[in-house]
């Protein structure tokens, strides 16, 4: 089945790694495993997908400090190609500074080449980029800091690496808008007898290694709200039809193939199953909702907290 892509996370990791966005101190240089061919590939649904209602109280929160000068720094974690910046910055008001976070400097060049120059009102937008631990982030990293956000991110982290980033973003007053993280449902039309036991698997292999997979929403949302934030979810799934079918065919070449590394019994008829599946997506005649979940945490206003 040779699968090259999982949903959300870019290409199949052996078992045992961890994600691209990690980088360690003394760790040896690796080959990129987020290809740049994937994060395109998929930057057009993602941008359909996410869920833009939760825009209006970051505008709100903007509108309400008015007394506050220069750009609004926006850190964008496990940046990938920069697709994040394309989509929010020309939908935010105001002039802003992007600070892209990746771990993977070949993506790093990518996402500042790639991003958007001006905001929703006209004014300006730069970009830095930082190579580094995204899952280590300190409230001292963040200083200034008026939004973070990350799309594809929190189902490759673990449950202390959430309570990390809870910390880091309670620490420096910020909010958080965390796109695009898998819910571990999968609707396929027309529908086959494996379709559940092969979604079962692929959400098995996501919790490899102690990664949250789809149950990051869950960790995440107790994370904040337990560091006083207010928590907002909106479901921001992928639906994919004949218009996408590029995008399809990777994305269940990822999937079925994660399944049967999880588990290998399944190989038999998983190959039939992938066969089958890849020519209703030749022939058009195939529909997915990948579904997702995006998440805003508003910490408490400076009223609140005096």
Do not use: K
């Not at 990129?32 to 930057?43: C, K, N, S, V």
């Not at 057009?44 to 929160?61: C, K, Q, S, T, Y």
């Not at 958007?116 to 899952?135: F, I, L, Q, Y």
């Not at 494996?194 to 698997?201: G, Q, R, T, V």
């Amino acid at each position: 089945m040779e699968a090259a892509v999982v949903a959300g996370a870019g290409p199949v990791r052996p078992s045992g790694e961890r994600a691209t966005v990690r980088l360690r101190a003394g760790e040896p240089e690796e080959p990129a495993r987020y290809a740049p061919e994937w994060l395109r590939l998929r930057e057009g649904a993602d941008a359909v997908a996410r869920a833009e209602e939760l825009l209006d109280a970051l505008r709100i929160r903007s509108a309400n400090q008015p007394g506050r000068t220069g750009a609004l720094t926006v850190h964008d974690l496990g940046c990938g190609t920069g697709s994040m910046g394309r989509w929010l910055a020309p939908r935010l008001a105001g002039a802003q500074h992007w600070v892209l976070h990746d771990r993977d400097p070949y993506l790093l060049h990518f996402a500042a080449v790639g991003s958007p120059r001006s905001a929703a009102d006209g004014s300006g937008v730069t970009v830095e980029t930082r190579r580094g631990d995204v899952a280590r982030l300190t409230p001292d990293a963040l200083s200034g800091a008026w939004l973070v956000t990350a799309s594809a991110l929190l189902d490759v982290l673990t449950r202390e690496e959430v309570v990390a980033l809870a910390d880091a973003c309670a620490g420096a007053g910020c909010p958080a808008l965390l796109t695009l993280s898998v819910a571990g449902r999968v609707e396929l039309t027309p529908a086959d007898p494996l379709d559940a036991e092969i979604a079962e698997a692929f959400n098995a292999h996501q919790r490899r290694g102690g990664l949250l997979g789809p149950d990051a929403v869950t960790a995440a949302c107790e994370a904040f709200a337990a560091r006083g934030a207010a928590v907002r979810v909106h479901p921001s799934p992928w639906r994919l039809g004949p218009e996408e079918s590029a995008l399809t065919e990777q994305w269940l070449r990822g999937w079925v193939g994660a399944a049967v590394e999880q588990r290998p019994e399944l190989r038999g008829r998983a190959e039939r199953y992938l066969r089958d599946r890849l020519a209703a997506c030749a022939a058009g005649e195939l529909r997915v909702v990948v579904q997702h979940s995006d998440l805003l945490a508003l910490p408490p206003s400076t009223d609140e907290t005096s």
